[in-house]
């Protein structure tokens, strides 16, 4: 029974595979069953851990225990809700943009705090000082390199430096306010695209080792596991 688990997905796999040659009916068989799979999972999730769990559960539990209150709250949040079903007729589908109003709302309200500390105070600080708190344009790095030349004490010493700098390239490069005739947007703009080129380098090689692995992984899985299985069986 295991074989047949098991050649059904190296079957799969090689048909999504064969979209590297065209697009051809088995591709869109494989992709349609998984985006269907899907789908069917995530509405067995949102009955589960949603309806049943934060909705019917405590409805319930509320209305045993006569809790008026958080009773009135739950039907209410509910209604809202359903609202959203509205986007399904055209003639009511104005409704909706009442809960939608009120979760970008909350959600944004509820977000902006934790956003602006990880994205502004946290990369505000990280451009000052590293991990261990030491301020990045250490002089000290610096004059341990000239009295101890090395690649260490080299990277050590111009490692802060260049990080800050190039934030400010980046920073200036962005900064549409001012002309780009500027002489200090000419300044930065050479190597702003520098370290904008290298990061989106890296960006596209992380992403690019994530899809080799994933391969990788499937290569191992057919040749490691369903080919030997496959052997023994017939053997």
Do not use: C
């Not at 999730?45 to 739950?74: C, E, G, H, W, Y």
């Not at 399904?88 to 705090?113: D, H, L, Q």
């Not at 010493?157 to 400010?168: C, D, E, K």
């Amino acid at each position: 029974m295991m074989l047949f688990w098991y050649t059904i997905a190296v079957l799969l796999s090689l048909a999504i595979f064969s979209f590297l040659w065209k697009d051809n009916p088995l591709y869109k068989f494989a992709e349609h069953l998984f985006v269907g799979t899907m789908v069917g999972y995530q509405v067995v999730i949102v009955f589960s851990q949603i309806i049943m769990r934060k909705i019917v559960d405590p409805i319930t539990v509320a209305f045993d225990n006569r809790q008026i209150l958080t009773l009135i709250s739950l039907v209410i949040a509910t209604l809202i809700g359903l609202l959203f079903l509205s986007r399904f007729s055209r003639k009511s589908e104005w409704v909706s943009r009442y809960p939608i109003s009120i979760t970008v709302g909350f959600w944004s309200g509820y977000a902006i705090v934790a956003s602006f500390k990880t994205n502004i105070l946290t990369q505000i600080r990280g451009t000052v000082v590293d991990d261990l708190g030491q301020p990045l344009l250490n002089g000290h790095l610096i004059g341990d390199f000239f009295k101890n030349p090395s690649l260490k004490t080299l990277d050590l010493a111009t490692a802060g430096p260049l990080l800050v700098f190039g934030v400010i390239v980046v920073l200036v490069y962005f900064f549409f306010s001012v002309k780009h005739d500027h002489p200090m947007v000419k300044f930065a703009n050479k190597p702003a695209l520098f370290y904008l080129m290298i990061g989106f380098g890296a960006s596209f090689g992380y992403t690019f080792m994530g899809r080799i692995s994933l391969f990788i992984g499937r290569m191992n899985f057919i040749f490691n596991e369903w080919w030997p299985l496959l052997k023994q069986t017939i053997g």
